[in-house]
């Protein structure tokens, strides 16, 4: 069975452009989300996701960035304008539901931004 | 305060020696605690989760949960230099709408 799958795997963008993450979860899993890892740093949620339902976004700069989830299953993180500081790794994870335990992570999507 | 709390390391074992790896949490209401490993460059990937006070053994791995202290902890024995990576703590924390919080990681090294 596949994974949690990601794309792109990197990505440089200048400053001011804009970016987006795609993330397919493993097939079953409802709950999906979407995690912002600095370097030395722990995964810091970004939103998640219950099926298409946004439940807690409350940490998504919503200035810049944007998600979707539209039939329940892959999702969009968006960034426009990107900034230096969004440079970092962008992490997908889903699971079979809320409480469930265990988060599978797809490999991740490096942004660099000059 | 941060929710989820880990010694960043590097922890330095030699090869065969028992590791130990701490957290702790803020939220006294947390439920479900977890450890992932993370190699250079790549994901996640959990190796161990507890929900009850004590100990909880799965191979040369060993989680410990103190609720009272709001402690978890994480044995590795016979240390091997595979397990070099980061550890990372999670809680799930209904204060944080049932969502898993992260600590920092402690990076463990394992010296042949």
């Known amino acids: 069975e596949a994974g949690v799958v990601q794309s792109p795997r990197y990505k440089i963008i200048e400053k001011k452009q804009p970016v987006a993450f795609w993330c397919n979860p493993i097939?079953?899993?409802?709950?999906l989300y979407w995690y912002l890892q600095n370097l030395g740093q722990g995964p810091e949620l970004l939103i998640r996701?219950?099926?298409?339902?946004?439940?807690?976004d409350s940490q998504l700069p919503k200035d810049r960035f944007s998600a979707e989830r539209l039939k329940g299953v892959d999702s969009t993180l968006k960034i426009q304008p990107a900034e230096l500081g969004d440079s970092a790794v962008y992490l997908c994870?889903?699971?079979?539901?809320?409480?469930?335990?265990?988060?599978?992570f797809g490999e991740g999507s490096r942004l660099t931004v000059l | 305060q941060k929710e989820v709390e880990q010694n960043s390391g590097p922890l330095s074992v030699p090869e065969g020696a028992i590791a130990s790896l701490n957290c702790t949490y803020s939220?006294?209401?947390?439920?479900?605690f977890f450890w992932y490993r993370q190699y250079s460059g790549k994901s996640p990937e959990l190796i161990m989760s507890?929900?009850?006070?004590g100990d909880k053994e799965d191979g040369r791995f060993t989680a410990q949960l103190n609720k009272a202290s709001q402690y978890v902890s994480l044995l590795i024995r016979d240390s091997q230099p595979s397990d070099s990576a980061t550890y990372l703590c999670?809680?799930?924390?209904?204060?944080?709408?049932?969502?898993?919080?992260f600590g920092p990681g402690t990076r463990l090294s394992v010296l042949p």
């Open positions: 097939s079953g899993h409802n709950t």
């Open positions: 507890i929900y009850s006070n």
């Open positions: 999670a809680v799930n924390t209904p204060n944080y709408g049932q969502n898993f919080v």
């Open positions: 939220d006294r209401v947390s439920q479900s």
């Open positions: 994870a889903s699971s079979l539901g809320e409480n469930t335990g265990e988060l599978f």
């Open positions: 996701y219950e099926n298409e339902e946004a439940v807690d």
